[in-house]
T-cell receptor, first 114, second 111 residues
Framework: DAGVIQSPRHEVTEMGQEVTLRCKPI?????LFWYRQTMMRGLELLIY????????DSGMPEDRFSAKMPNASFSTLKIQPSEPRDSAVYFC????????????FGPGTRLTVT | EDQVTQSPEALRLQEGESSSLNCSYT??????LFWYRQDPGKGPEFLFT???AGEEKEKERLKATLTKKESFLHITAPKPEDSATYLC????????????FGTGTKLQVIP
């Protein structure tokens, strides 16, 4: 089975532009997580979904960030407008509540906002 | 608030030189402690889950152990391919899937 798929792998954009990151979780997994990783703050949970429903979005830094999961096989993280401080690597992960709760991560999207 | 502290931040070992990485945690009821390996430019890769004090898990040259306050990742006779950042994460009680990650230990094994 394919792992978690993320696109794009790299994104370079100018301040003020809209950015959309995409994720396809592992088939059969019912939890999906969005993380941000920086050198300064490490890996931070932004939001997570259970059965396509957002459960905890307390990690979303501000209203410029939004996430959706329209179906079990697709999720998006949108930043509008983007700012240079949003530059980071964004990871999507999924897990299965029927297993031991370990999360499986995608390869990440490296976002650079100039 | 759940907290995870990993030490050291960086570790440089000669090939074959065994050592341990530490993960200290504060959590309201531990439902699981996870170890991940992260290679540069890649997402974290799951290694182990530990649930209760005294539990141990092994995989090749790695062994993870758990006490009530900390976990250790022991690396026996490491090889250069073990070079990576090792992340620790905890899942609290309460039926939620949210985990808190430490900032990791960057391990470099020199041939």
């Amino acid at each position: 089975d394919a792992g978690v798929i993320q696109s794009p792998r790299h994104e370079v954009t100018e301040m003020g532009q809209e950015v959309t990151l995409r994720c396809k979780p592992i088939s059969g997994h019912d939890y999906l997580f969005w993380y941000r990783q920086t050198m300064m703050r490490g890996l931070e949970l932004l939001i997570y979904f259970n059965n396509n429903v957002p459960i905890d979005d307390s990690g979303m830094p501000e209203d410029r960030f939004s996430a959706k999961m329209p179906n079990a096989s697709f999720s998006t993280l949108k930043i509008q407008p983007s700012e240079p401080r949003d530059s980071a690597v964004y990871f999507c992960a999924s897990s299965n509540s029927g297993s031991s709760y370990e999360q499986y991560f995608g390869p990440g999207t490296r976002l650079t906002v100039t | 608030e759940d907290q995870v502290t990993q030490s050291p931040e960086a570790l440089r070992l000669q090939e074959g030189e065994s050592s341990s990485l530490n993960c200290s945690y504060t959590v309201s009821g531990l439902r699981g402690l996870f170890w991940y390996r992260q290679d540069p430019g890649k997402g974290p890769e799951f290694l182990f889950t530990l649930y209760s004090a005294g539990e141990e898990k092994e995989k090749e040259r790695l062994k993870a152990t758990l006490t009530k306050k900390e976990s250790f990742l022991h690396i026996t006779a490491p090889k250069p391919e073990d070079s990576a950042t090792y992340l620790c994460a905890v899942r609290p009680a309460g039926g939620y899937q949210k985990v808190t990650f430490g900032t990791g230990t960057k391990l470099q094994v020199i041939p």
